[in-house]
C-alpha cells in the first residue's frame, strides 16, 4: 500500500498559500485492508475513508468511465492495479493533478507545476468535458487565484464552450450549482466566477434570472420614485463592490455577495432563483430586503428624519442590527458611489439607527400606555431624535 498527498494541498504549497485541507490517494490497496486497519468508510459513489486519528480523507486510487449525462454518470473503478497516474489524469486541472510522495518527491505527470509557473488553468485530458461540474469549479478556481495573475487556457475555454453548447451542462442539479456559486462567493474575486461562465455561455442557463432585459431594466426604473431613481451598475461590478466591502470587515459574508449581486432585479425574478436553487433562508432574505430597500439607502444623505426612521422600520433594523449592517453593505454595493462614499454612507445610517435605538422612555411613563400607544411613543421620540441629529448635521 502507497499514500501520496494529492490535489489542493500540493497545488497550495508550491503556491506559498496555506493549505486549509490535506487529501490522500491510496494505490494498491482495497477497502477491506483500510478497514482492518481503523479507517471509517463515508464514500457512497467511491471508496473513501476517513483515517482514525486525523479524520482527514483517504480515497482508492480509481478510474471512472462515462455512462450518463451529468457529473453523476459515471462507472467508478477501483482496485490494487489502479496506478497514481491514472487517478490523477482523470481530475480537472493540471495544478489540481500533482501529488507528493511519502519522501517529498513531487509527482507531475501532467504539467501541473509548469502551469502553475505560467499562471494557467488548463485541463488534464479530453475527458474533461464528460463532468459538467468542471465548467463551474474552473470559474471558481479562476475567482480563487486571479489575483495571483491565473488565465483560462485558451483550449480550456474552448472545451467549456463545447459542453455548454452540447448541452452537457442542462444536467448540472440545482443543488450542485448552489454549491459551487456559494463557493464562489467567499473566494476573492467573485465576479470573474460570473464573467468565466458569460463568456462559455453558461451563466444565461444556469442563472437565467441575471439577464435580465432592457424592458425589465426601465420598468423597475420608473416603478422606482423620480429621486431615488440610480444608475445601474453591471452584475459583475456590484458583486465586485461588495467583495471589497465585506473584505474590508474580519469575516467574508456570502450572503452579502449575493445581495449585491441581485440587487435592482425584480423581487420575483429573486424569489423564482432561490426556490430552484434551494437557497437558504439567510441569502434569501437578504438579497429580497435590499432589492426592496436599495433604491432609498443609496440616496439615504437626501432623506429627511421621518423617511430615515420610515428605512430603518422597513429594514427591521431594531430588532435586527446585525443584519442591518449587511444590508447597508450590499446596498451601497449596488450603488454609483465609490468605495469612500460607500462607507460614509454606510456610517451615517449606522449612527441614525443608534440614535433612534438609544431612545428610551420612563417607566412610570409607560406604565400608563397600552401597547399600541408605547409603540406610537417611540415613535415619535425617535423621530425627534433623528430630526435632532439631522439638525447637528446641517450646523456642523
Not at 8 to 31: I, N
Not at 83 to 89: G, K, W
Not at 150 to 179: D, Q
Not at 224 to 249: I, Y
Request: with cysteine; charged share 25%; proline share 5%.
Amino acid at each position: 500500500m502507497q499514500v501520496y498527498l494529492v490535489g489542493g494541498a500540493v497545488r497550495d504549497e508550491l503556491l506559498g498559500l496555506p493549505a486549509h485541507e490535506r487529501d490522500w490517494v491510496v494505490v494498491g490497496s482495497t477497502p477491506e485492508e483500510l478497514q482492518r486497519g481503523g479507517y471509517r468508510a463515508v464514500g457512497r459513489e467511491f471508496p473513501v475513508f476517513l483515517h482514525p486519528d486525523t479524520g482527514e480523507e483517504y480515497a482508492l486510487a480509481r478510474l471512472e468511465r462515462k455512462t450518463g449525462p451529468g457529473y453523476r454518470g459515471f462507472e467508478t473503478r477501483f482496485s490494487p492495479e489502479v496506478t497514481l497516474e491514472q487517478d490523477l489524469q482523470r481530475r480537472d486541472l493540471t495544478i489540481n493533478a500533482m501529488a507528493r510522495s511519502p519522501d517529498g518527491r513531487l509527482i507531475d505527470p501532467y504539467g501541473g507545476r509548469h502551469d502553475l509557473e505560467q499562471r494557467l488553468l488548463r485541463h488534464v485530458s479530453p475527458a474533461f468535458v464528460e463532468d459538467p461540474v468542471r465548467v463551474l469549479r474552473v470559474a471558481r478556481f479562476a475567482a480563487r487565484l486571479c489575483a495571483l495573475g491565473f488565465r483560462l487556457a485558451p483550449e480550456t475555454r474552448e472545451l467549456m464552450r463545447f459542453m455548454v453548447s452540447s448541452g452537457e451542462i442542462n444536467a448540472l442539479v440545482p443543488e450542485r450549482v448552489w454549491r459551487e456559486m456559494q463557493r464562489a462567493l467567499g473566494e476573492a474575486d467573485p465576479a470573474v466566477f460570473l464573467d468565466i461562465l458569460e463568456d462559455c455561455g453558461a451563466l444565461a442557463i444556469l442563472l437565467p434570472e441575471l439577464n435580465w432585459d432592457e424592458a425589465a431594466r426601465k420598468a423597475l426604473q420608473r416603478a422606482a420614485a423620480p429621486a431615488l431613481a440610480t444608475t445601474e451598475v453591471p452584475a459583475a461590478a456590484r458583486v465586485s463592490a461588495a467583495a471589497r466591502v465585506s473584505a474590508a470587515h474580519s469575516a467574508i459574508d456570502g450572503s452579502v455577495r449575493f445581495a449585491a449581486l441581485l440587487a435592482g432585479t425584480a423581487l420575483e425574478r429573486i424569489t423564482a432563483l432561490c426556490e430552484r436553487l434551494r437557497v437558504p433562508n439567510d441569502y434569501r432574505e437578504l438579497a429580497l430586503l435590499t432589492a426592496r430597500l436599495q433604491p432609498r439607502i443609496a440616496h439615504a444623505g437626501t432623506l429627511d428624519a421621518a423617511a430615515t426612521l420610515e428605512l430603518l422600520e422597513a429594514a427591521d433594523a431594531f430588532r435586527r442590527p446585525d443584519r442591518f449592517q449587511l444590508l447597508l453593505r450590499a446596498a451601497l454595493a449596488r450603488s454609483d458611489l465609490d468605495d469612500a462614499a460607500r462607507t460614509a454612507r454606510a456610517a451615517a445610517l449606522a449612527a441614525a439607527l443608534a440614535a433612534a435605538a438609544a431612545v428610551a422612555l420612563p417607566h412610570d411613563q409607560l406604565t400608563q400606555l397600552n401597547g399600541p400607544a408605547i409603540a406610537a411613543t417611540y415613535r415619535s421620540a425617535r423621530l425627534e431624535r433623528l430630526e435632532a441629529l439631522q439638525s447637528e448635521l446641517r450646523k456642523s
